[in-house]
């Protein structure tokens, strides 16, 4: 069965001060490595996604990368409206479901 | 915003009760899938449905049941609630082929009391 796992469980930054979020997965065929962020009372807003060892994406401060077990969100020099939860999710090669982990929750300090 | 609209945004219910939970899918999107998240838990796989057909379900019992129609737009019902049936309801659309990315709407939080 597919499971994904990402930790930390929390994380507090300073503003300015890079740090990675980690995500696990196993999975029998990956189709798609997703990152999503949800603002509290909100639905996940889409990131990326990945799909291959080695493929890497950004957008602004964060950088997204690929290996065969895990996933890494790079958050270079954050600010406070990064703060929120980060959600990694994996599909399979069945249909189209994702299997979520439980998310980190990032706060970032002025 | 995504173009994925759920309604309602909140409701409370009393155990037993049954409810429906609607929502809009993207224009040109013509997948839906239902998730149920509880506090502090990642989103969980309840049901996707594709030309009006379901196409695959998660491991919630059969109270929890679901439309698809011509527009594409879905609802999601449950019968005989249970205490632990209060969570966050999202909605996402996709389209057929490409990345299939899932677009999440807002969410519709559900209170058994």
């Known amino acids: 069965e597919d499971q994904v796992t990402q930790s930390p469980e929390a994380l507090r930054l300073q503003e300015g001060e890079s740090s990675s979020l980690n995500c696990s997965y196993t999975?029998?065929?990956?189709?798609?490595l997703f990152w999503y962020r949800q603002d509290p009372g909100k639905g996940p807003e889409f990131l990326f996604t990945?799909?291959?060892a080695g493929e890497e994406k950004e957008k602004e401060r964060l950088k997204a990368t690929l290996t065969k077990k895990e996933s890494f969100l790079h958050i270079t020099a954050p600010k406070p409206e990064d703060s929120a939860t980060y959600l990694c999710?994996?599909?399979?090669?069945?249909?189209?479901?994702?299997?979520f982990g439980t998310g980190t929750r990032l706060l970032v300090s002025p | 915003e995504t173009g994925v609209t759920q309604s309602p945004t909140h409701l409370i219910k009393t155990r037993g009760q049954q409810v429906t939970l609607r929502c809009s899918s993207q224009?040109?999107?013509?997948?839906v899938s239902w998730y149920q998240q509880a506090l502090g838990q990642g989103p969980q796989f309840i049901f996707q449905?594709?030309?009006?057909?379901?196409?695959g379900r998660g491991n919630f019992p059969p109270r929890f049941s679901g439309l698809q129609f011509p527009n594409y737009s879905s609802e999601l019902n449950v019968n005989a609630l249970e205490l632990d049936d209060s969570a966050l309801y999202l909605c996402?659309?996709?389209?057929?082929?490409?990345?299939?990315?899932?677009?999440f709407g807002a969410g519709t939080r559900l209170s058994v009391l």
């Open positions: 999710a994996v599909r399979d090669t069945g249909f189209q479901k994702l299997v």
């Open positions: 996402a659309s996709s389209p057929r082929g490409g990345e299939n990315i899932q677009y």
């Open positions: 999975v029998s065929g990956l189709r798609g």
């Open positions: 990945l799909y291959s």
């Open positions: 449905y594709y030309r009006e057909e379901e196409n």
């Open positions: 224009s040109g999107h013509n997948t």
